[in-house]
């Protein structure tokens, strides 16, 4: 059964960091293409960052630079974040990229004085 759980979002201010995590479910995840994907409110689903089979890794440019995807061999894909700014308040979420039809649940995450 495949599944996606999202961690790590929470409220934090301008400037800071935080780390998420994402435990997925699904067959080859080692060789998998992943990828980090957020929705803010108002907003359509955008990709983030994401991590080939060959780990190489892309970021969108709003986060390049402040932002590092990265995963395991097992099972878990990160995102480390920082210098979080109000406009990467959002919902986020990972999946295969491209990304298959069956999402998690995401993780909030908040940025704000």
């Known amino acids: 059964q495949v599944q996606l759980v999202e961690s790590g979002g929470g409220l934090v201010q301008p400037g800071g960091s935080l780390r998420l995590s994402c435990v997925a479910s699904?067959?080859?995840?080692?060789?998998?293409?992943m990828g980090w994907y957020r929705q803010a409110p108002g907003k359509q689903r955008e990709l983030v960052a994401d991590?080939?089979?060959?780990?190489?890794k892309n970021y969108a440019d709003s986060v390049k630079g402040r932002f590092t995807i990265s995963k395991d061999a097992r099972n878990t894909l990160y995102l480390q974040m920082n210098n979080l700014k109000p406009e990467d308040t959002a919902v986020y979420f990972c999946?295969?990229?491209?990304?298959?039809?069956?999402w998690g649940q995401g993780t909030q995450v908040t940025i704000s004085t």
């Open positions: 991590i080939s089979m060959t780990y190489s």
């Open positions: 999946n295969r990229n491209p990304p298959m039809s069956f």
């Open positions: 699904i067959s080859g995840f080692s060789i998998a293409a």
